[in-house]
């Protein structure tokens, strides 16, 4: 059976240049909580359901922001990898309404848009959830974040692990973790040097973890 056709003046038109400029105005960053590591699924859920519901044109962009980092193997080997920047969540700039609202919510592994929660008027359940823009200044700090920050070391270890060093003057030593700044990438350990235990600081790209 051939596929109805629909007469040229009811086929559906893209927006004209004006049009665009004015939607991409109008379009704000809202932030949008999903299940557990679903966010590329959601990602591209999104962007193939914004074609099929006809609201492309005010889903603009969904965003994974993400920051380069070093994981560092039981071996020692470094791999470099993108973490997350905000875990559970995806950024999507659109032009908020009843449709663009519902193709977002309906979505399968997102929860909700990150918002004022409006109380009920009656009862104790949750209330519904308005979704609030983002402002220019997070939008511009999430952004310059995975621009401008350079890559940290990812390493598992708390106080009371063993690790050997894999690099540096101490190569080779082994010994236990007394310390873990993870802001500084560093940590410091107890070195067995000449027989005697001596604290060393050393940088997480320097050691890895004993099992």
Known sequence: MASESFPPADR???????????????????????????????KATLEQRAITLGVGN?????AIPQTPAIKVKKDGNRQVIEEKVFPGYVLVRMVLDDETQSAVRTTPNVINFVGAEERRATGRGRGHVKPMPLTQKEVNRIFRRTQERKPM?????????????VDGPFKDFEGEVIEVSGERNRLKALLSIFGRDTPVELEFSQVAKQE
Request: with cysteine.
């Open 12 to 42: 559906p038109e893209s927006p004209q240049p004006q049009q665009r400029s004015n939607l991409d105005k109008a379009a704000r960053w809202y932030g949008v909580q999903v299940a557990s590591s679903c966010e590329k699924n959601v």
């Open 58 to 62: 005010r889903i603009l962009e969904i």
């Open 153 to 165: 070391v990812k390493v598992h270890l708390t106080e009371g692990d063993q690790i050997r060093v």
